[in-house]
């Protein structure tokens, strides 16, 4: 492992940044939370424009408005930052998801499940086809191979766990006899790859789709989950 001395950064250093000004004192908790999501924000900007081989802790730093001394404490290194990143995009990815299925959970939630998912692949897609997460997949395939962890995280983490939330919401409607699944999770997954698989493919290779094209597919792949899991 590179130790923070042998990216010419020294150990004071690296806890006087932890420490901050010391006339002021340590940063609020509301301040410090400021200057992460701020230092998140520069680090997606750059590793989505120009990816994770052409990014440097040097270069998100001078972004950032931070010197290097402060990046390195908080994070030990680039791929520790690329993962910082990752999961707050991650975190993006799903809340839609669970917002979906929480608010089905709840009593007295709507038995309109053609509404519900007719909304929620509208969201998912529009997610998906914005031009972050296409360059984000990009890098996770380049660095498949060099980070397996990163690839890991983001099917169990993100795929994963956004199949788990879309079960829940089929399940809620499920005990309400709205629809018949045996198993949500597999029906989850299904749905999910039904409105995103083509769309994110096309995305992924950078192939342009045209978006009646692209909303007519959307409407169908809806109908057809519909019609797979109605009671008969």
């Given at each position: 492992m590179v130790s923070k001395e042998d990216r010419g950064v020294t150990v004071t250093e690296i806890e006087r940044a932890e420490a901050g000004p010391r006339r002021g004192g340590r940063p609020?908790?509301?301040e410090a939370a400021r200057r992460e999501a701020h230092l998140i924000a520069v680090a997606t900007t750059l590793f989505l424009e120009r990816g994770f081989d052409a990014t440097s802790i040097?270069?998100?730093?001078?972004?950032?408005?931070?010197?290097?001394?402060?990046?390195?404490?908080?994070?030990r290194d680039k791929r520790a930052l690329f993962e910082a990143v990752l999961r707050?995009?991650?975190?993006?990815?799903?809340?839609?998801?669970s917002a979906a299925a929480e608010a089905q959970a709840a009593q007295g939630g709507s038995d309109d499940v053609e509404t519900a998912l007719e909304d929620l692949s509208r969201t998912l897609l529009a997610h998906g086809q914005s031009p972050g997460a296409a360059m984000?997949?990009?890098?996770?395939?380049?660095?498949?191979?060099?980070f397996p962890e990163?690839?890991?995280?983001?099917?169990?983490?993100?795929w994963l766990r956004g199949v788990r939330a879309v079960a829940q919401l089929l399940d809620a409607f499920a005990r309400r006899g709205r629809i018949a699944v045996?198993?949500?999770?597999?029906?989850?997954?299904?749905?999910?790859?039904?409105?995103?698989?083509?769309?994110?493919?096309?995305?992924?290779?950078?192939?342009?789709?045209d978006p009646e094209a692209q909303e007519r597919r959307r409407q169908a792949a809806v109908r057809l989950f519909l019609d797979g899991v109605r009671p008969r």
């Open positions: 609020t908790r509301a040097d270069a998100v730093a001078e972004a950032a408005g931070m010197s290097k001394p402060t990046v390195y404490a908080r994070y707050e995009r991650i975190a993006a990815w799903l809340a839609p998801l984000l997949k990009r890098n996770l395939v380049a660095q498949a191979l060099q990163l690839a890991r995280l983001a099917h169990e983490e993100g045996a198993d949500p999770e597999i029906a989850a997954d299904l749905f999910l790859s039904l409105v995103l698989g083509r769309s994110s493919q096309a995305t992924l290779y950078g192939i342009a789709t």
